[in-house]
């Protein structure tokens, strides 16, 4: 069983930073995501990680401006936000898969979630 719990949420205005954390707990040698939900909206995918040996991939919308990286000494992963929009408004929800070899993309193969963190830009 996997525990995940993310922070680093809040309320900033158009072109800030931001850092989003997820701490997991448990057996964490799994594949790591990121995934919004905006009011009104389907869950989108946003960026994901491998286990090991680096790799992410991460929606068209927020490349270049989103990293995600990952401590597995600390159970960890981040996503630093920069140059926030006001359509980055949304829940962020970190997710792990148990995939050790590939980055996961799909929510479905997703096998824990956490609470989710809100992220409020505005204009």
């Known amino acids: 069983q996997v525990q995940l719990v993310e922070s680093g949420g809040g309320l900033v205005q158009a072109g800030d930073s931001l850092r989003l954390s997820c701490a997991a707990s448990?057996?964490?040698?799994?594949?790591m995501g990121w995934f919004r939900q905006a009011p009104g909206k389907e869950r989108e995918f946003v960026a994901a990680?491998?286990?090991?040996?680096?790799?992410?991939v991460y929606a068209d919308s927020v490349k270049a401006r989103f990293t995600m990286s990952r401590d597995n000494a600390k159970n960890t992963v981040f996503l630093q936000m920069n140059s926030l929009k006001p359509e980055d408004t949304a829940v962020y929800y970190c997710?792990?898969?148990?995939?050790?070899?590939?980055?996961?993309?799909?929510?479905?193969?997703?096998?824990?979630w956490g609470q989710g963190t809100q992220v409020t830009v505005s204009s």
């Open positions: 990680i491998r286990w090991s040996g680096g790799g992410t």
């Open positions: 997710a792990a898969a148990r995939v050790f070899n590939r980055i996961v993309v799909v929510a479905a193969e997703y096998d824990y």
């Open positions: 448990g057996r964490t040698a799994y594949a």
